[in-house]
């Protein structure tokens, strides 16, 4: 397998808005799913996935704006890398290629936009699978006294542009692989060549990701704020898989996802983080149990 791309998935760039065109690996026929892909990596994670999913689904896998080698535009306002807006995103993403409605898979970072999406886009998600994050509101609430040290990450990169970025871009290796090295449950999941492309994808990328965060500490949290007083759910199904974070932070996760999503499979695994790469098997299981729903 070359390590930048999926085996046996064609790549085209797509055009999602002005001036931004997401790399976007396809293949398969039948109702579409979309994948996307957390922090700090690209679409390559759902390589095992995708490729399973691809025998009778359409799988669209692109690299999130400004990840990867998808275009990174400068942040020129709090919007540019809101959830908000790297939803509407895939849903371009999706039309450019003849799907008005399709389920939706994503996995940390991607997660937090496909949730977005749901709440947005109800009558084009079909279905929506949510790997290993917390709805954003509820992810700052539970990181709390020594709990937040899990998260720092999210506080550095909250700071106002300058200093983040040139603190991350002098150890890019480091920072980026010390994530990689932490959560993995299994760091034999990702091969040394894909690590590779992780670590370059991401130091190319990083004003874009801090941008993303910054995002998150910010109009991601005032867009959730409203949904959440307001009552708004997912009315689509919804499928978490995530590891036991209550019984280690002390809290429901179960019962924060059920406020969110009426139609909920919350499920727990003995998978670390990047279970796309360390459980495909059940990662996929999942998935399928979704769409069937």
Do not use: C
């Not at 990840?67 to 535009?73: L, M, T």
């Not at 977005?116 to 699978?129: S, W």
Request: proline share 5%; glycine share 8%.
């Amino acid at each position: 397998m070359d390590p930048m791309k999926i085996n046996g998935f064609d790549y085209q760039r797509v055009p999602v808005a002005d001036g931004v065109s997401l790399q976007t690996a396809v293949a398969g026929t039948g109702s579409p799913i979309v994948l996307l892909h957390g922090f700090p990596e690209t679409h390559l994670m759902w390589r095992h996935v995708a490729a399973d999913l691809a025998a009778d689904h359409t799988v669209l896998v692109p690299d999130l704006r400004g990840y990867g080698d998808s275009d990174k535009p400068a942040e020129a306002s709090a919007d540019t890398y809101s959830k908000r807006t790297m939803a509407a995103d895939v849903v371009a993403l999706a039309k450019a290629f003849g799907h008005d409605r399709f389920a939706l898979a994503g996995h940390d970072r991607g997660a937090l936009v496909a949730i977005r999406a749901g709440l947005d886009h109800p009558d084009t998600v079909t279905h929506l699978a949510s790997l290993d994050v917390l709805p954003t509101l509820e992810s700052w609430d539970v990181l709390r006294g020594v709990h937040g040290a899990v998260g720092w990450h999210l506080y550095l990169m909250a700071q106002p542009a300058g200093l983040p970025e040139k603190m991350i871009a002098a150890v890019a290796d480091e920072f980026y692989g010390s994530f990689l090295d932490q959560w993995a449950g299994n760091s034999d999941a990702i091969p040394e060549d894909v690590r590779a492309e992780y670590l370059r994808a991401s130091a190319a990328a990083t004003p874009s990701i801090v941008a993303d965060y910054r995002a998150t500490a910010g109009i991601d949290v005032a867009h959730d704020t409203v949904d959440r007083d307001a009552g708004h759910r997912l009315a689509m199904p919804v499928t978490v898989l995530q590891q036991d974070w209550g019984a280690a932070l002390g809290f429901d996760a179960e019962g924060i996802w059920s406020r969110w999503a009426a139609d909920l499979d919350h499920r727990t695994t003995s998978a670390g983080h990047f279970m796309a790469e360390e459980a495909p098997a059940e990662v996929v299981k999942a998935i399928r149990e979704l769409l069937a729903r």
